[in-house]
Nanobody, 125 residues
Framework: QVQVVESGGGLVAAGGSLRLSCSVS??????MGWFRQAPGKEREFVAA????????AYTDSAKGRFTISKDNAKNTVYLQMNSLKPEETALYYC????????????????????WGQGTQVTVSS
């Protein structure tokens, strides 16, 4: 059983920054992803990082503003979010993909095996 716990959410003004953290039980021997769900909308992919850490993927709207990274020593994955927009207000989830190969990432929610409870990000206009 893998436990995934997100933190770092909060209220920020438009244009501001937040860094989300995702603590994972056990060694980070799997790919990790961040997803978000805004009120009344479907949950969507935001970013992912491979087991190796050498491959990352982002949703188009996040490219150039968000950075996903991992610290294997701390079993933690981060999502640095800059220049936040009000429409990015959502519950942000971290998830672990246990079956991904070493340098593979997936944007599909169905590929992820364990999910956290989410951390709320609210961007005020």
């Amino acid at each position: 059983q893998v436990q995934v716990v997100e933190s770092g959410g909060g209220l920020v003004a438009a244009g501001g920054s937040l860094r989300l953290s995702c603590s994972v039980s056990g060694p980070l021997g799997y790919a990790m992803g961040w997803f978000r769900q805004a009120p009344g909308k479907e949950r969507e992919f935001v970013a992912a990082i491979s087991w190796s850490g050498s491959v990352t993927a982002y949703t188009d709207s996040a490219k150039g503003r968000f950075t996903i990274s991992k610290d294997n020593a701390k079993n933690t994955v981060y999502l640095q979010m800059n220049s936040l927009k009000p429409e990015e207000t959502a519950l942000y989830y971290c998830a672990a993909d246990l079956t991904a190969s070493y340098s593979r990432v997936s944007r599909a929610q169905s590929e992820y095996d364990y999910w956290g409870q989410g951390t709320q990000v609210t961007v005020s206009s």
